[in-house]
């Protein structure tokens, strides 16, 4: 046998090895890790048989989005029930599966991703996904919220750091752009950046000027303003 073939056939043996690996790792032994699972709590088995069904349509075909959206939110909701962290890295590890065959243009897998990375405690890499779902989707609310729940609660970001992010998404959205605009307005508030909340607190009694919390908290800002 020439040299050639046997690097052929090596080659293909590893590529084979990888392939049973991978089969292994991300199908039959989640199946056979579910059933003992099952046999536990069979009162999670409905949802179980979820996630064995999700994990079937993946195999079947990994180039339809749909089935790790689905799959990720299946394992998402084990993990809800079971408290386990293992099930928070199965979603995660759909996610990001879903993110790569996407080419990175869905912001709802990269969002999703960033939330699980939440729930494993890593927040640095959570805020990755969320600051590059905000990217694809400028336009989306939830992704500045996202954000600034991680920094405000578990970052422990400056304030700083935190409006520059409330002032990005004004700056970019068109609906919703009010919602925002009172979440600053809190924030700013909570915070003693009074100057900021009356500024906020004017433009949406301006919007709505028979809103009387509007009206109120005006006034308590002006007089707080006075001391």
């Known amino acids: 046998m020439s040299k050639k073939n046997i690097i052929i056939i090596s080659l293909l043996v590893i590529f084979v090895g990888i392939g049973a690996y991978f089969i292994w790792q991300f199908f039959i032994n989640p199946l056979k890790e579910l059933n003992n699972l099952k046999e536990k ?7 179980i048989q979820e996630v064995e069904q999700g994990l079937i349509n993946l195999k079947k075909d990994k180039k339809d989005i749909k089935n790790y959206v689905i799959l990720g939110f299946t394992w998402k909701s084990l993990a809800d029930q079971t408290k386990e962290l293992k099930h ?3 979603a995660l590890d759909v996610y990001e599966k879903g993110i790569k065959q996407s080419a990175r243009k869905n912001s709802l897998l990269i969002m999703n991703a960033g939330s699980m990375a939440v729930y494993l405690n890593d927040f640095q890499l959570a805020k990755q996904y969320y600051e590059e779902g905000i990217s694809i989707a400028t336009g989306d609310i939830s992704g500045y919220l996202r954000l600034i729940e991680l920094h405000r609660y578990k970052l422990k970001s400056p304030a700083e750091q935190i409006l520059s992010i409330y002032n990005q998404g ?7 752009r009010g919602e925002l605009l009172k ?34 908290t005006v006034d308590e800002l ?3 303003l006075k001391k």
Do not use: M, S, T, W
């Not at 709590?41 to 949802?47: D, K, R, S, V």
């Not at 508030?189 to 809103?211: C, H, S, T, V, W």
């Open 41 to 47: 709590q069979p009162n999670l088995a409905p949802l």
């Open 88 to 90: 928070y890295r199965k």
């Open 170 to 176: 004004l700056e970019r959205l068109v609906l919703n």
């Open 183 to 216: 979440e600053r307005a809190n924030y700013a508030r909570e915070i003693g950046f009074y100057e900021l909340a009356l500024k906020d607190y004017k433009i949406l009694l301006a919007a709505d000027p028979q809103n009387q919390q509007y009206q109120e």
């Open 222 to 224: 002006i007089n707080q």
